[in-house]
């Protein structure tokens, strides 16, 4: 029997798609990454279903891909392979259990970004997940596994950080559970003190199963929060000002992007530009506390850094939330409350796309410094986007494109991009959402046993190659 | 064909091209926008993301760059939608006004490239041959004798198809209002609007039916087209004008004319106490297309009832499911979307649906099967709980 009548018998004919018309859609992401069509669509509604597929799919040889709700980045579900199956999750879309007193929640890998935040809105308004910059519709589970940053990773890291333990179906078909959650029902407090068994999932992009729980850390909800603004000149004083911030660890979370981004979402009509006498960058910077007190004191550590820093150049300037939303429009309002809702000013042509790096504090000032050249070189917008991650223990640097998927175009995307990753090597940088060239170009300059111990984890839990082959440029069998 | 009467008509594929780099499928249009209820009615019934605005959109960009090449296999996806404009109140890229367009648009390229669906070629066939899809014998202008209507008049009511071949009670309901509110009316020889071809790309014989409807107008002498149907007012008010017809008439939907008539004392609405519990549908057409949201409202807010508003109201409503070509060619998904919408004003505690389209009104009822709420046009509503001005001869 072949695959495809084996999976209309799992779910049904009707979840079943292999039309001109799915073969197409499926085949792209929004960024320059090239496409390549899948054999067809298959869409899940429950662990069985999918435990099922992939037993269907180890029978058949065949190529599965994890797909969710569509926003996909860096060619992460266009298949790498010809003859692939995409499973589209987006139908497994249950918030399972929100535990108060562990302060988690238990999600399916449809529940989206939006649909929790109101959720928790809704019924346990004295607990918050964490947002990104990413369309409110965005996969939260898809974006943990994926490593992305979010709302409170200046305190507390990337987002793979938050989960405590999942469940996955394994390539070869076995349901799993990491975490205290394997434990039992309703005890996902901690991926720790057993073996960090999450690590065979996060940040494999779907090679190791099938992801179709996962528990994350939700936190409190503090009763004062504040934001305010800083307007910069120069890399150097702006890198030095955000580390030094951030170092003082009062911070829940920072952005910095260079003006043009703050210039869109004030409204300026594309292509934004620079022009003399503006500041060069704009940090949100944002402080909590369980008193008035608490935060104005951490407010107050902010500007003491800013003033020394005016020292040496007064155009430095601290504005508050109000004076922001003055100067800048009351669009910044819904930024601070769901980070995502800013997404809608990078939605202006059919391409989006950047190489997102994680990097050493020390390299951070200089990659932007060589990588904004870059960027002016091809003539694209200058949309640089830094945060301060994990109290400054790293950085994350990227330089985002939007743009028209013309050939011409893309073209000269992929060589901006391209040129951007060897900066970002060159000084250690890692990518994540990592497309399969950067991979290619990151195995280069990875420890060769490093390499050859994903290889080797990755055949050990998937011998017939079914999950996401190609992915993480680990294509070759030798 | 008058000379005024230029037929422009923008090439099949304009408005793909106008927009062939605008969308990132970002999914903004598949819910409504910071509440994270579900918002496009194809979306959720079949769940693939090539039944979203977004993967429709990046469908007919593959199509116009001839990243693929058609095939039966795409016609699904590109007319299993109600062409609600759900995704346009939804999304915030710049092609946001201008995805049933693009939509629309694709449609007409299917069928010149593949051909309409049968379902859809059928009642086309049936519009050419009886001026109505419903294949009923066309008698519209006997309504004139039937009840006493003039040759002439200040203003024609376009009954609509459905009104005038299914739903005949909405119809029978507007004219007797108009009757009694002594409104000076007549309804001519009047042709389908084109709206159901219109909305499934089969736009080359509109231009006959609008040039008859426009003729057929002219020569009523009305400065005024009132109708009680939201597709035929979107069609003749929107798509008449964009095909390029000159016509110098004021097209306007029948509610407003009653709020008017309510307003001005030519209706009198019965004074006696109700506690009827109503919801109010908004139609695609009416309120999406056309911006006309308030309107119906003003008229219920003067009527002895009591109104409960649906969850998803105004530019959030629920499309009833029958719109685009859905219901002759997507029944399953039509009455699926439908009960979604019977379910929400269930809800309310409502006792009766009050829709201002007959389309809405016949897929809504199809939908509520026996479930306990009925569902009525506004027209019926209006009809039952006024009367018109008294004669001066009762008067104190």
Redesign the interface.
């Known amino acids: 029997m072949e695959i495809k009548q084996r999976l209309m018998k799992i779910v049904g004919p009707?979840?079943v798609?292999?039309?001109?018309?799915?073969?197409?859609?499926?085949s792209?992401?929004?960024t320059e990454n090239p496409s390549l069509p899948p054999s067809l669509?298959v869409?899940p509604q429950t662990l069985e279903e999918v435990q099922q597929i992939v037993q269907a799919a180890n029978t058949t040889k065949t190529p599965l891909i994890p797909f969710v709700?569509?926003?996909s980045v860096g060619g992460l579900t266009i298949p790498a392979v010809e003859g692939a199956v995409i499973v589209?999750l987006?139908?497994m879309n249950r918030i399972i259990e929100v535990d108060e007193e562990a302060m988690y929640v238990l999600v399916e890998p449809g529940v989206?970004f939006?649909?929790l935040?109101?959720y928790l809105d809704d019924h346990h308004p004295t607990l918050r997940y964490t947002y990104p910059l990413a369309?409110?519709?965005?996969s939260v589970l898809a974006n943990a596994l994926l490593e992305g940053l979010c709302d409170l990773s200046t305190r507390h890291g990337a987002m793979a950080d938050f989960i405590n333990g999942l469940e996955a179906v394994l390539p070869t078909g076995e349901v799993v559970r990491v975490g205290t959650g394997a434990s039992g029902e309703g005890n996902w407090f901690s991926r720790y003190p057993l073996p960090d068994l999450v690590g065979l999932f996060a940040g494999w992009q779907g090679m190791t199963g099938i992801v179709t729980k996962m528990a994350l850390q939700l936190w409190p909800k503090m009763p004062f929060n504040r934001h305010v603004g800083l307007l910069c000149f120069g890399e150097e004083p702006t890198i030095r000002m955000l580390t030094r911030i951030a170092r003082t660890q009062v911070l829940d979370d920072s952005v910095c992007v260079s003006t043009p981004l703050v210039k869109m979402v004030s409204g300026v009509a594309a292509p934004v530009e620079l022009y003399d006498g503006e500041p060069d960058y704009g940090m949100l910077l944002t402080v909590s506390g369980n008193t008035e007190t608490e935060v104005s004191e951490k407010i107050n550590v902010i500007r003491r850094i800013v003033n020394e820093e005016r020292e040496t150049d007064s155009r430095h300037v601290l504005i508050s939330w109000e004076g922001l939303m003055k100067l800048m429009g009351d669009q910044w309002g819904p930024f601070v409350d769901l980070p995502s809702?800013m997404?809608?000013v990078?939605?202006?042509?059919?391409?989006?796309t950047w190489v997102g790096t994680y990097i050493h504090p020390k390299y951070w000032k200089t990659v932007l410094e060589e990588g904004r050249a870059i960027v002016e070189k091809y003539g694209f917008e200058l949309i640089a986007n830094l945060k301060a991650m994990k109290g400054m223990h790293f950085g994350e640097f990227k330089f985002i494109f939007?743009f028209?998927?013309?050939d011409d175009t893309v073209k000269r995307v992929r060589e901006c991009n391209a040129e951007l990753l060897d900066l970002a090597l060159s000084y250690g940088a890692i990518p994540y959402k990592t497309p399969v060239w950067a991979a290619k170009k990151l195995q280069e300059r990875l420890d060769p046993n490093f390499v050859m111990l994903m290889r080797r984890v990755q055949r050990a839990l998937d011998p017939n190659g079914i999950m996401n082959p190609g992915r993480w440029g680990l294509d070759e069998r030798d | 064909m008058k000379e005024t009467d230029s037929m422009v008509n923008s090439e099949p594929g304009a408005h793909i091209e106008e927009w062939l780099h605008s969308c990132i499928r970002c999914g903004t249009c598949k819910y409504q926008f910071l509440e994270y209820e579900a918002s496009c009615p194809s979306g959720e019934h079949f769940g693939f993301e090539t039944y979203f605005a977004s993967g429709r959109i990046w469908l007919a960009r593959g199509l116009q760059t001839n990243q693929i090449q058609w095939d039966d296999s795409l016609l699904q996806s590109i007319f299993a939608c109600t062409t609600c404009g759900a995704c346009e109140v939804q999304c915030h890229a710049p092609h946001r006004g201008h995805i049933i367009d693009i939509i629309e648009d694709l449609r007409r390229i299917a069928v010149e490239n593949v051909g309409a669906l049968e379902a859809h070629e059928k009642f086309r066939n049936y519009v050419e041959e009886y001026h109505n899809p419903y294949k009923a014998e066309h008698h519209s202008r006997e309504l004139v004798q039937e009840h006493n209507l003039p040759e002439t008049a200040e203003n024609v009511l376009f009954v609509g198809c459905t009104s005038n071949y299914r739903e005949t009670q909405i119809r029978d309901a507007t004219i007797s209002v108009l009757k009694k509110a002594g409104v000076d009316f007549t309804i001519v020889d009047e042709f389908c609007c084109g709206s159901p071809l219109l909305r499934t790309g089969q736009n080359k014989s509109v231009n006959e039916l609008m040039q008859h409807n426009a003729d057929a107008i002219r020569s009523s002498g009305a400065k005024q087209v009132i109708t009680s149907c939201a597709g035929c007012f979107r069609t003749l008010s929107k798509d008449y004008s964009e095909l390029g017809l000159k016509l110098d008439v004021e097209f306007i939907h029948s509610s407003e004319m009653f709020r008017d008539l309510i307003r001005a004392g030519n209706l009198r609405v019965i004074s006696s106490a109700s506690d009827l519990n109503i919801t109010y549908h908004d139609p695609c057409h009416l309120g999406r297309h056309m911006g006309v949201y308030e309107i119906p409202r003003e008229v219920l807010s003067q009527l002895p009832v009591s109104v409960i508003e649906m969850k998803k109201n105004r530019d959030n409503a629920w499309c009833c499911g029958a719109g685009g070509g859905a219901k002759s060619a997507y029944e399953e998904m039509a009455i699926s979307t439908g009960k979604a919408r019977v379910q929400q004003a269930m809800e309310t505690g409502a006792q009766k649906i009050v829709s201002a389209c007959p389309f809405c009104t016949r897929n809504l009822r199809d939908a509520a099967g026996s479930d306990e709420i009925d569902v009525i046009d506004l027209a019926e509503l209006v009809d039952e709980l006024t009367v018109g001005r008294k004669p001066l001869s009762q008067s104190p």
């Open positions: 009707e979840r798609a292999d039309g001109a018309a799915e073969k197409h859609v499926y792209y992401d929004m669509v869409m709700t569509g926003q589209d987006k139908r989206t939006g649909h935040k109101k369309p409110p519709y965005t809702e997404y809608k990078l939605a202006e042509h059919d391409g989006l939007r028209p998927k013309d």
